[in-house]
């Protein structure tokens, strides 16, 4: 959940203390980022087992490791104020709830082989002198899982009025619902060149292919454990409508969890930036 939310402005303190009972909506949406976890050839192979791509001979790769990746974000809900102190006045803790979506990608694969193959000799057609030929060719693959998460946000907040229209807030969010669109994409990109040495100096011949495959994996659950931190700004003290809207801005590190076939149960490191609104009813 990448939720903005913030506490009630100074100015409305006595309110607060009088019953607090207002009810805060909320809309954000910005970035997450996560390490992508490198699933190597071998996982690939079994997440796309009629992948020609993945059964080609992969021996000369060099592969990569772990790489970060950006994700869009979006989540929307409410908070409230239902818990009270012994003489009924509110305490400054909220219950929050609300429903996000975003983007991720969990696992990768990415190798390269450069190979230089023998020369080979050309005769010209117009000169009859030997044309050396020396030729090359890069090779790059590139795999990696994607999915849409579908989460159910709970959270305790807690909110400290720092005067003026400024609020700071924290708090401990649980996040879990369902993984869906899941897939695996690898892509096969093949350069060769030719380089041909004659009178004239070099010529350089360049020829392209492109291959591409995807996979569709079952759908899944998953869940989060967030931490928070966050400001608000309300927008006006006096205007009738402006006063009961803040703009906020949240980072939300914490880790995630969710299960892909073939690969298993597996945890990864997740960040949230996010911009929105809260209004107060």
Same mark, same amino acid.
Request: hydrophobic letters at 40%; a negative charge.
């Given at each position: ?111 390269? !082989? ?117 400001? !608000? ?17 949240? #980072? ?14 597996? #945890?990864?490191?997740?960040?949230? !930036? ?8």
């Amino acid at each position: 959940m990448l939720i903005c939310t913030a506490g009630a402005r100074a100015q409305v303190d006595s309110e607060a203390s009088e019953g607090g009972d207002d009810i805060l909506f909320y809309i954000s949406g910005g970035s997450v980022i996560s390490r992508t976890l490198s699933a190597g050839a071998d996982g690939f192979r079994d997440l796309m087992p009629d992948s020609d791509i993945m059964a080609a001979d992969l021996s000369a790769f060099t592969s990569e490791k772990e790489q970060i990746q950006f994700n869009n974000a979006f989540s929307f809900g409410a908070r409230w104020q239902p818990f009270k102190e012994a003489d009924g006045a509110p305490k400054r803790v909220y219950l929050r709830v609300g429903l996000s979506v975003f983007g991720s990608s969990s696992h990768h694969y990415r190798a390269a !082989a450069t190979e230089r193959i023998p020369g080979d000799t050309l005769v010209s057609t117009a000169t009859g002198s030997l044309l050396p030929v020396d030729t090359g060719r890069f090779r790059e693959i590139r795999a990696r899982t994607a999915a849409e998460h579908y989460y159910l946000d709970l959270a305790l907040q807690y909110e400290s009025n720092w005067g003026s229209r400024w609020t700071g807030l924290a708090a401990v969010n649980l996040s879990f619902g369902l993984t869906t669109l899941r897939q695996s994409r690898a892509v096969m990109y093949t350069e060769r060149t030719s380089e041909i040495s004659g009178d004239k100096g070099f010529v350089i011949d360049r020829e392209f292919d492109f291959a591409e495959e995807f996979q569709s994996h079952t759908n899944g659950f998953g869940g989060m454990i967030t931490l928070p931190l966050g400001v !608000a700004f309300q927008l006006s003290e006096t205007h009738p409508f402006l006063s009961t809207v803040q703009l906020c801005a949240e #980072w939300r590190p914490g880790v995630h969890v969710s299960h892909l076939e073939s690969l298993g149960t597996y #945890w990864s490191p997740v960040s949230f !930036a996010v911009i929105g609104f809260r209004i107060r009813t």
